[in-house]
Nanobody
Framework: QVQLVESGGGLVQAGGSLRLSCAAS????????MAWYRQAPGKQRELVAR????????NYADSVKGRFTISRDNAKNTVYLQMNSLKSEDTAVYYC????????WGQGTQVTVSS
């Protein structure tokens, strides 16, 4: 069992920045890929960014490339999403996901970007 707790969401103006954090329980955290997804109202949940267990491999949705950065600190069992140059279309609930085994989801954190 893996438990994930996201934090760092909030309300920000367009062009601003936020940093999301996802703290995970369990020693297997460092052995698995982690990811951030988001779901806007009326839309399907979509992958935002993914990072390999060692942190050396990352991939991003085209819509966030060059603006968002995913990173992880395995000593702290935490994955981060640094979001810069935020746009109104980034408004969504952001979810952390542990992608090992059957996969586990966090509860989500709301990000609202005002234009």
């Amino acid at each position: 069992q893996v438990q994930l707790v996201e934090s760092g969401g909030g309300l920000v103006q367009a062009g601003g920045s936020l940093r999301l954090s996802c703290a995970a329980s369990g020693s297997i955290f460092r052995l698995n890929t982690m990811a951030w997804y988001r779901q806007a109202p009326g839309k399907q949940r979509e992958l935002v960014a993914r990072i390999s267990f060692g942190g050396g491999g990352t991939n991003y949705a085209d819509s966030v490339k060059g603006r968002f950065t995913i990173s992880r600190d395995n000593a702290k069992n935490t994955v981060y999403l640094q979001m810069n140059s935020l746009k109104s279309e980034d408004t969504a609930v952001y979810y952390c996901r542990f992608e090992g085994g059957l996969g586990y989801w966090g509860q989500g954190t709301q990000v609202t970007v005002s234009s």
